[in-house]
């Protein structure tokens, strides 16, 4: 017969492991200012990105800067700031990050924000596939 001990350390054991996936979500995109597919967007904007887990940590923040891309109807990449807020003063903030071209856009032109699955949360999951956002600024 098993003992009481051992039925007790299973169920222990199998709580832990669903509380450690359960808190490992996969990392994806909530929402984006401008929308996939928007138009009329300013040639000074700047794209806002919110994110289902921590992006900002200083443990993920280099990477992240390297796995995101702004490209022009040419498919030419620009040059960009990609702007982290700091998790520890602005815990709120930790989802959320800005992209700012460092030129002006120019008016009348398609644009692609590209997100590598390199993309990766504090938690360690990262973007199951690339992902790409496109608006056209005001003419």
């Known amino acids: 017969m098993i003992s009481k001990r051992i039925i007790v350390a299973s169920i222990v054991f199998v709580l ?17 200012s401008p929308e996939n597919g928007a138009s009329g967007i300013s040639v000074d904007a700047v794209l806002e990105l919110e994110f289902s887990n921590n992006v900002v940590n200083l443990s993920v923040q ?10 022009d109807g040419d498919g030419k990449v620009l040059e960009i700031e990609v702007i982290f807020p700091d998790d520890q003063l602005e815990p709120e903030k930790k989802r959320m990050i800005a992209v700012r071209p460092v030129s002006p856009l120019e008016k009348g032109t398609l644009y692609t924000l590209e997100i590598a699955p390199t993309f990766q949360a504090k938690n360690g999951s990262s973007l199951a596939e690339p992902v790409e956002l496109t608006f056209t600024t005001v003419k």
């Open 62 to 71: 280099e990477n992240n800067k390297a796995s995101i891309v702004l490209r």
């Open 16 to 32: 832990f492991h669903f509380a450690l996936v359960a808190g490992n979500k996969p990392l994806s995109l909530s929402s984006s």
